[in-house]
T-cell receptor
Framework: DQQVKQNSPSLSVQEGRISILNCDYTNSMFDYFLWYKKYPAEGPTFLISISSIKDKNEDGRFTVFLNKSAKHLSLHIVPSQPGDSAVYFCAASGLIQGAQKLVFGQGTRLTINP | KAGVTQTPRYLIKTRGQQVTLSCSPISGHRSVSWYQQTPGQGLQFLFEYFSETQRNKGNFPGRFSGRQFSNSRSEMNVSTLELGDSALYLC??????????FGPGTRLTVT
């Protein structure tokens, strides 16, 4: 049962344009959402997060949008840079069946073309 | 402050063998979580340890086990290895809820 889904395994974007990565979740008990970025041969690094009480959080070129009614979140990167090429994981956190869970999606490989 | 370290970085084992992976968390972090990463499956949660106690467990068979020591260092053991266990095993430590810091991972290949 994949509670957090990233339906696009890969995405290719021109440098300078906007990159939009999407993530859907199924469990309404999730109350905190995160995006991680992963380069090859390295562990994931935290990028940006959003609490369920907000619908938008911005940090420089990165903005995360949360649509609770649709159980959908997205990460916008603008403008996209070659160094943004990496695998992006979304994650959802919440108290599920009495335990704090952090569930990751399958990841989306973003390639920024010069 | 030193980051999360994992040893070894690469490992090749044959089916039926067992393996032990090690993780040293960031100093002061008492929570350590383990994940398995395979292509198309993302990061699958294995288990979490806090103060030497398993606090959370994912949906993996009993062949996968772990422990945490008093200095918060953690080990993960997989017995009777199967080909499907080939993956990148990631360890993450945290001080606060949500903020997980990952190590570089151990790439396990089972032949």
């Amino acid at each position: 049962d994949q509670q957090v889904k990233q339906n696009s395994p890969s995405l290719s974007v021109q440098e300078g344009r906007i990159s939009i990565l999407n993530c859907d979740y199924t469990n309404s008990m999730f109350d905190y959402f995160l995006w991680y970025k992963k380069y090859p041969a390295e562990g994931p690094t935290f990028l940006i997060s959003i609490s369920s009480i907000k619908d938008k959080n911005e940090d420089g070129r990165f903005t995360v949008f949360l649509n609770k009614s649709a159980k959908h979140l997205s990460l916008h990167i603008v403008p996209s840079q070659p160094g943004d090429s990496a695998v992006y994981f979304c994650a959802a956190s919440g108290l599920i069946q009495g335990a704090q869970k952090l569930v990751f999606g399958q990841g989306t490989r973003l390639t920024i073309n010069p | 402050k030193a980051g999360v370290t994992q040893t070894p970085r690469y490992l090749i084992k044959t089916r039926g063998q067992q393996v032990t992976l090690s993780c040293s968390p960031i100093s002061g972090h008492r929570s350590v979580s383990w994940y398995q990463q395979t292509p198309g499956q993302g990061l699958q949660f294995l288990f979490e340890y806090f103060s030497e106690t398993q606090r959370n467990k994912g949906n993996f068979p009993g062949r996968f086990s772990g422990r945490q020591f008093s200095n918060s260092r953690s080990e993960m053991n997989v017995s009777t290895l199967e080909l499907g266990d080939s993956a990148l095993y990631l360890c993450a430590s945290s001080l606060l809820r949500h903020e997980q810091y990952f190590g570089p991972g151990t790439r396990l290949t089972v032949t």
